[in-house]
């Protein structure tokens, strides 16, 4: 009787086989299924077909659709011989993700293991087992997929309509004021209300300072975290100590600004999808939120500024230990260039006595083959005179009549657009309103109107709105960098020269920062290539930069840096294509076929 019966009915395990059990439970609410309910689920699995349990491995809110998981350890312990296969409750605790699930099931079943399901009886080994199992799991893929498109409407949702961060949770410095809240005086024990932030009383003025120690002080997110951890003894929202990354993230967020850091939706990048841990083309976009911003706008514009500025400085120079660290450039390579120790006259050693070209000395002779070598007294000396010089008496100089400086603020440029973009907003917003005003009571009674009064007027206000929209294209962008004036750093100059030597370094370098792009060391020399002096060229803030990359024209007739696009388009395209054919058939057969 028994050959009678079909391979595939007859026992498959070996009696006391070892066998991994792998739980997993999901981040996911609906799957949320408890860890005994699949240990009881594989134990009687095990019971049923003779299989020994030698461990269990448990993943704890864990999502399926990644493979960062510990099933990948089960894995490797069926390939190393530790086990002959891994037990799941279902198929879908392997995982829910298409890619993963093919690459890592192929791992389990070349190194000889298996994969079974405590809850779904299938036999894989033959085509139809196979065929069924991978319809469990494309079904957990779509499942997977489906609630994935609708925790991003989700959040899409609370981002563009409700102007909440995608995810509920408490943030530092402020209150969080959930939907779903405790009453013991609702029949259902909760009570439902408007989701808002609002201000810490006790962390507002600590965010302040974060940002504050960060911008004005320059102090490193390490210090931060220190000052939090140790000084002030106060824990992140989740009652941890924080750390670099943890105070980065959240100064770089912009909530305390009022601002939301979402990614680009038109990224193509997996940031979104929670593949990778940041946008490798660094689309994140900053929107208005519904918190109340605990910085100003202008504070939170320097931050970006300083944030920027302090990724393009090495990291040895992000803490000044001289006046010019992180200013100096050989402008010969184009690269920065560093202190170095020298002898003085008695012999003693001298720290930072030199400025040298750090390409030439410690990375490519190739590229820099004669490096630079000044006097670091020589090179600050420069600098101070050219601040005496060409910042505050050339501006004293500018103010020769009295009143005549009072005027020419008044005539600022940067302050008439400022004050001609405020004069269209406030029309734009005026229309808007009379706008939606216009539309609602229409909406309300369609009888106010009569004739056509309703779309004439409508008319009206949409082509003013038009209007005042191309003014305030034109005025440019509100958050576009302006060009400083020279005249607006005399301040700034006049007390770092009064104070030159009272200074430390790092506060006379951040002063130096806020007035000098760079400092341009050119090397002079003979015909014999010796040295015969170093000239300082100082590019300050006020002024274009002159080592900024100029913007190449690309179009049908090549790429070149010194066509303009009027020159580019000056014939027709198909004229030009005319011309190339025309040269190509003169060229003759053997040119031709060259070029194929």
């Known amino acids: 009787m028994t050959a009678d019966i079909p391979a595939t009915f007859h026992g ?29 689920a594989i134990q009687a699995w095990a019971a049923s077909v003779g299989a020994r349990i030698i461990d269990w491995v448990i993943d704890l809110d864990e999502s399926g659709r990644h493979f960062r998981r510990k099933i990948t350890t089960c894995v490797e312990r069926v390939e190393a011989g530790e086990a002959k296969g891994v037990a799941v409750w279902r198929y879908s ?36 087992g196979e065929l069924q199992r991978e319809m469990i799991f494309a079904f957990g893929n779509f499942e997977s997929n489906r609630a994935s498109e609708q925790w991003k409407e989700t959040h899409t949702y609370r981002v563009q309509e409700l102007k909440l961060p995608a995810t509920g949770r408490p943030r530092f410095g402020y209150i969080w004021h959930p939907r779903k809240v405790p009453d013991p005086a609702s029949v259902t024990g909760w009570r439902l209300q408007p989701e808002r932030y609002s201000h810490h009383p006790d962390f507002v003025s600590v965010v302040e300072e974060m940002y504050e120690r960060k911008t004005e002080e320059h102090d490193g997110f390490n210090s931060l975290a220190h000052w939090l951890n140790e000084v002030l003894a106060i824990p992140t929202m989740r009652g941890k100590a924080w750390g670099v990354s943890s105070v980065q993230r959240y100064l770089d967020s912009g909530f305390p600004a009022g601002l939301l850091r979402i990614h680009d939706p038109e990224c193509p990048c997996p940031y979104s999808a929670g593949q990778i841990t940041a946008c490798k083309f660094g689309r994140m976009l900053y929107v208005p939120g519904a918190q109340p911003a605990i910085i100003t706008p202008d504070q939170w514009k320097e931050y970006r500024k300083h944030r920027a500025e302090t990724k393009k400085t090495p990291p040895r120079a992000r803490k000044a230990t001289y006046r010019l660290t992180g200013l100096l450039w050989h402008s010969k390579c184009r690269f920065h260039v560093s202190h170095a120790s020298g002898t003085n006259s008695d012999g003693e050693q001298v720290r930072g006595k030199w400025v040298v070209c750090s390409r030439h000395k410690h990375a490519n002779r190739l590229d820099c083959p004669k490096g630079i070598n000044a006097a670091r007294e020589q090179i600050e000396r420069e600098v101070k005179d050219w601040l005496r010089s060409d910042v505050v008496e050339a501006v004293d100089a500018l103010v020769t009549i009295p009143g005549q400086q009072d005027k020419e603020k008044a005539e600022d440029p940067r302050e008439r657009t400022k004050r001609e973009r405020a004069h269209l907003q406030r029309e734009l917003t005026r229309i808007e309103a009379a706008l939606d005003r216009l539309v609602e009571e229409h909406a309300l009674d369609p009888q106010k109107y009569p004739g056509d009064s309703f779309a004439r007027v409508r008319d009206k206000l949409l082509g003013r709105k038009g209007f005042l929209v191309d003014e305030v294209n034109k005025l440019g962008d509100a958050d576009e960098e302006v060009m400083p004036q020279r005249e607006d750093f005399r301040p700034i100059v006049v007390g770092l020269l009064k104070e030159w030597d009272l200074l430390n370094m790092i506060e006379a370098n951040a002063l130096l920062r806020q007035v000098i792009r ?28 002159p080592w900024e990359p100029k913007k190449v024209c690309r179009g049908p007739f090549g790429t070149r840096g010194d066509w303009s696009p009027d020159s580019l388009w000056e014939r027709p395209a198909e004229a030009a294509v005319e011309v190339d054919v025309d040269q190509a058939l003169d060229a003759g057969p053997a040119i031709l076929a060259l070029t194929r």
């Not at 299924?33 to 699949?38: A, R, T, Y």
């Not at 093919?102 to 085509?127: I, N």
């Open 93 to 128: 605790r392997f995982g829910r993700n298409r890619t993963g699930n093919a690459a890592w099931l192929a791992r389990l079943e070349v190194a000889g293991g298996r994969l079974e399901s405590a809850t779904e009886r299938v036999d894989a080994r033959t085509a139809v």
């Open 12 to 40: 498959s395990l070996a009696l006391g086989e070892p066998w991994l059990a792998y739980i997993r439970v999901s981040t996911w609410r609906e799957e949320k299924i408890s860890p005994e309910l699949q240990r009881t």
């Open 518 to 545: 760079r400092v341009a060391l050119f090397d002079e020399r003979d015909d014999d290539g010796t040295l015969i002096k170093v000239r300082t060229v100082i590019h300050p803030v006020w002024e274009p930069d």
